[in-house]
């Protein structure tokens, strides 16, 4: 028996003709929701009973119903997707025939007054009509009607102005787009009374006369919406078989927009409203936009980076957030690479996003994964910044002051105590390995104020200052625990170097059992603290830093299961630095440097800046600076976003007057004058010269001690007792004239920086105190350290922490400590007017040891009291 098409008016049959013309017929769904919407939209009355038609066991409905969106081919063969619902059916008045049946009201319209339903004899015919419609029963917000309603008031409503989707007008876009971004019940509401497409053709690409062109969010220049080249480029990568390709982290975040208006000459339009890619909402009433969403995509098995797109938004909500993710997950999807994971900031807009997802953040029930496709079996994980949820525990701590923990309590105030130490003097404990008593020679501590807070150094700092007695840091063992406990789940979520071992090092078989254990011990720890008075803090309303731990704990535990474990499927590793905002962070802080100013850019700015580093993306794996980002590393910029959580911050904030304690005055800062040293003598002697150089090496040290925020690149400035106190956090720095004695490494640069300057000629000549003089005098300095020993040997392993590039913070110190002693010599030599001497006195290329006032071995002892 052939069938025929349930549809009204409709004349296809299932026979071998309708086969030839490339008509096929689908049943409709078992699923019971998905049936109750084809049914709604064939909207049929049974002419007997005149209530909804019930489609038989064998009711069909042929494909010319449906939109080319809702197929998807495999070959030759092509299917309906997942959740395709018929929308193409004749309008109802305009039906042939005495026997036109009267169309199907839906539940909603069912529901509606009188004045308010859409019905064959009375369509609307505005658009505010439908607006405030969909405001009254979906509860679109009020801020979304009227913005929609100052653009599109003129926007016709009649049924055959709805025309295909590839022949809609750009207000129609516009109109479509934003209101699925904003809303997506009120869309697939609207979808009912318009042929308005499936979601799913938002971001695919749409084909005229065989021609593709871009989709409706997508833009080929640097407009606002998906980067379309970006794309493009992806998709030849995959189709090229690169595997590094296949998978890839998604991230977001948005930058501040200054509000302003600005007339754009080449499109003689305004800019600075609200884009989210289908052009500029530009009514009087429409708001300026205030944000930028920038979009990026990682990669997992090689660090490659691509921004995505932007959208110029006025009030971000977690509920726009996540539609934006979910389209750029589709069309990921559709050039062949699979989202693993997305990332947001820790922040109440993350959590709603989060939520909106499907993702559940309850200790007791995590929910690490959704599902996209929805009701696909492709799971996609969910992270939070660690950075972010770093910042919300410092501040939980500082709130509460005071945390219990079973028998244990983390005190706030043994962090502030350390990062307000001083030059205190204490006396060397004994030791109980050695047997040694303890010294009756005091000394000075110093701390390092470029610690984070949440380190080992800081953890082994407190357990030294409590065995040497100090009062302030007495019963600590908690706040020790605490700080080497979330010291130890920052290794392990900022895992960059593939190269490194341990916590620190990629998530792979070697150390995931241990991994394991220790986000098993985080979790029993952190739901067992309480506040002072007695309150579970991890229900709390300071919760929201605790639980992102254990959600990206959960989810790199199913990333681990799920992808490194199954082989062929993901690399043997995980970078965990993958999964941060950091890159995407970089991405910005070289769109903040090409927009040229210093607070927040304009629309305008932004693009232009976009436009630029848009064009310098490259997409290579191993350029974590592709993007034009300039000498900025990724641990750069893990330590810029982390500068609030350094105990400088904690100092400044509790003693705000804090400052340099070196005067900049000092008198031998020229690099040629001693305390008590006559000029002459300066000059002529050789060993004051020595200490002189000495000493200025030490200022260098100094000065640039205050700007470093790396903590291995700062205690290696410094020449320090490293047999007293194995950690980088408290430091015994020898003095000398009150100044620090300098490391080896950093008087050695400084040595050989007043050689060439004593060769290439006469500091005072004003014209050779250019720039380019100066860049001459470095470049000299750095061809007379080439051959030379290592330099720094405490970094050697520090340099494992960044990428694998000449770049490093070993080669960016050499230059920070060359450049800073030259400035020093020639501002204060220019000033004092001085004259080498050219006799026998002129120092020569050294060689071997430097020249410290006495051998480096004794200064262990004898020098750490100097100038106390």
Request: with cysteine; aromatic share 8%; charged share 20%.
């Amino acid at each position: 028996m052939t069938r025929s098409c349930s549809a009204l008016g409709c004349t296809a049959r299932d026979n071998g003709r309708s086969r030839e013309r490339g008509i096929s017929f689908h049943q409709f769904p078992v699923d019971a929701v998905q049936r109750r919407e084809w049914i709604r939209a064939v909207n049929r009355v049974d002419p007997r009973s005149r209530q909804a038609w019930r489609p038989g066991p064998g009711a069909i409905l042929c494909s010319r119903h449906f939109a080319e969106a809702d197929f998807e081919r495999y070959g030759l063969r092509r299917k309906l997707r997942r959740g395709a619902v018929p929308s193409r059916f004749p309008h109802p008045v305009r039906a042939a025939g005495p026997d036109a049946r009267p169309p199907l009201q839906t539940p909603h319209q069912q529901q509606l007054p009188a004045a308010g339903r859409c019905s064959p004899a009375r369509w609307p015919r505005t658009v505010v009509n439908v607006l405030w419609e969909l405001a009254e029963k979906l509860h679109l917000s009020e801020e979304t009607v009227n913005l929609l309603q100052a653009q599109f008031s003129d926007l016709p409503c009649e049924l055959h102005n709805w025309k295909e989707m590839a022949e809609y007008s750009p207000e129609m876009r516009q109109f479509a787009c934003i209101l699925h971004l904003y809303h997506i019940k009120a869309y697939d509401y609207l979808r009912k009374i318009f042929p308005l497409p499936h979601p799913y053709s938002l971001t695919k690409q749409v084909y005229i006369n065989s021609e593709c062109i871009s989709s409706w969010l997508s833009n080929s220049e640097a407009a606002a919406g998906f980067s379309n080249n970006i794309f493009l480029r992806l998709q030849e990568k995959v189709e090229r078989g690169e595997q590094a390709y296949c998978y890839c982290a998604l991230m977001v975040q948005d930058m501040s927009l200054q509000k302003k208006h600005e007339w754009d000459p080449q499109t003689q339009r305004l800019t600075g409203f609200v884009d989210l890619g289908t052009g500029v909402l530009d009514a009087d009433e429409a708001p300026l936009a205030s944000e930028a969403i920038v979009l990026m995509a990682v990669g997992i098995a090689s660090p490659w980076t691509a921004p995505l797109g932007y959208f110029f938004v006025n009030s971000t909500t977690g509920q726009l957030l996540a539609q934006l993710l979910r389209q750029t997950i589709n069309k990921l999807n559709n050039i062949g690479i699979r989202v693993l994971s997305v990332t947001s900031g820790t922040t109440a807009r993350g959590a709603e996003t989060a939520r909106a997802l499907g993702i559940r953040i309850d200790p007791e029930r995590i929910q690490c994964t959704f599902q996209h496709p929805p009701g696909s079996a492709h799971s996609i994980t969910y992270f939070f910044d660690i950075c972010h949820a770093l910042q919300l525990i410092r501040n939980a701590l500082q709130c509460f002051q005071k945390i219990e923990c079973l028998s244990d309590t983390v005190r706030w105030q043994h962090v502030v105590e350390l990062a307000a130490l001083r030059e205190q003097r204490v006396l060397e404990p004994c030791s109980p390995k050695s047997g040694r008593p303890g010294s009756e020679e005091s000394y000075h501590l110093k701390v390092n104020l470029a610690t984070l807070l949440f380190s080992e150094g800081v953890a082994d700092a407190l357990e030294h200052l409590q065995k040497l007695g100090l009062a302030s840091f007495q019963n600590c063992s908690g706040t020790v625990k605490f700080v080497r406990l979330m010291s130890h789940l920052c290794d392990i979520f900022h895992g960059r170097g593939p190269y490194r071992r341990g916590l620190n090092g990629p998530l792979a078989a070697g150390n995931y059992t241990k991994i394991s254990h220790l986000f098993n011990e985080a979790k029993n720890f952190f739901v067992t603290l309480t506040d002072s008075m007695g309150r579970c803090i991890i229900k709390s309303k300071r919760r929201l830093g605790f639980l992102s731990f254990l959600l990206n704990a959960e989810s790199f535990k199913w990333l681990y299961t799920n992808y490194v474990c199954a082989e062929g499927i993901l690399s043997q590793h995980l970078l965990t630095y993958t999964f941060s905002l950091d890159p995407l962070e970089l991405f910005l802080r070289a769109l903040q440097q090409a927009c040229g100013s210093s607070g927040s850019p304009t629309c305008t700015m932004f693009q232009a800046a976009y436009h630029k580093l848009l064009a310098s993306c490259s997409l290579v794996p191993g350029l974590p600076c592709s993007g034009g980002s300039g000498n900025t590393s990724s641990l750069d910029m893990s330590l810029s976003r982390r500068r609030d959580l350094t105990l400088g911050s904690i100092r400044a904030q509790y003693n705000p007057a804090c400052g340099k304690t070196l005067a900049t005055e000092y008198p031998y800062c020229a690099g040629l004058l001693l305390r008590g040293s006559a000029l002459s003598n300066a000059l002529t002697d050789l060993s004051l010269h020595a200490q002189s150089v000495t000493c200025t090496a030490g200022f260098v040290a100094e000065q640039l001690a205050s700007d470093l925020q790396c903590e291995a690149c700062l205690a290696s400035l410094f020449e320090s007792d490293e047999s007293r106190l194995k950690c980088r956090s408290v430091l015994y720095i020898k003095k000398l004239g009150g100044v620090s004695l300098p490391s080896a490494s950093v008087y050695r640069i400084t040595t050989i920086s007043e050689q060439v300057l004593n060769q290439y000629g006469k500091v005072g000549d004003g014209k050779k105190t250019t720039k380019l003089w100066h860049l001459s005098l470095e470049l000299r300095v750095f061809q007379e350290l080439l051959g030379e020993s290592l330099l720094f040997p405490t970094l050697t392993n520090h340099l494992f922490d960044e990428e694998l590039c000449i770049n490093n913070h070993y080669t960016v110190l050499v230059k920070e400590i060359t450049q800073c002693y030259l400035n020093i010599r020639t501002k204060h030599a220019k000033h004092l007017n001085l004259k080498y001497h050219c006799g026998r006195h002129r120092l020569k290329r050294l060689k071997g040891k430097h020249l410290f006032p006495s051998p480096p071995s004794s200064c262990q002892s004898s020098q750490t009291h100097m100038g106390s």
